[in-house]
């Protein structure tokens, strides 16, 4: 009996030792959570996930804002694309290659990522990290929000790990917390 509880003991501590580890493999990491918002959904969803891992905000901007009028903004977003534009962005992200892993968050405009993303994407190095996208989309793409910006953010980070993402319809971001929950929860042990 005495022998069996040692060993249950031994267990326990090895159990407990190995969990302490790996908690601090996980706080070890830095994250980075960039996003872009025009409506302020993307913004709510970026701080949903700030809030459950700590990281460090960055809210993507460009130097000319966009309209407030949404019917102006989808003018400009379409120009912008059919241009292949990169939009010149207000601000920088400092020690980028500080970073191990890297939200990266957008509204889904004509069908994929906004224009400031890809100028933001193609600045920086991100090879080696992991990058996990986050989008909200309008109700006219109540069934995804994905669009091209999936198969555009691996060819814009070729060399990055990326995990699977979250999309959420933009009106109900506010409502989605326990969403976001279960996402991290889903890829956390890959962070």
Known sequence: ???????????????????????????????????????????????????????DL??????KPYPSDYNECVDVAKKEQQANARPPLAAEVKDMATYDVVFIGHPKWCGTMPQPLFTFLEKYDLNGKTVIQFCTYGAMYSAGGWGD????LKKLCPNATILEGLAIKGSTVKDSKDDVVKWLQKIGSFL
């Open 149 to 152: 910006s999936e198969e555009d």
């Open 58 to 63: 960055f809210e993507i901007k460009t130097m």
């Open 1 to 55: 009996m005495l022998h069996s509880m040692k060993l249950f003991i031994t267990f326990a501590l090895i159990g407990i030792t190995t969990f302490h580890i790996n908690a601090q493999e996980k706080i070890e990491k830095k994250i980075l959570i960039a996003y872009f918002s025009w409506s302020g959904n993307t913004r709510e969803m970026a701080k949903q996930i700030q809030q459950q891992t700590g990281g």
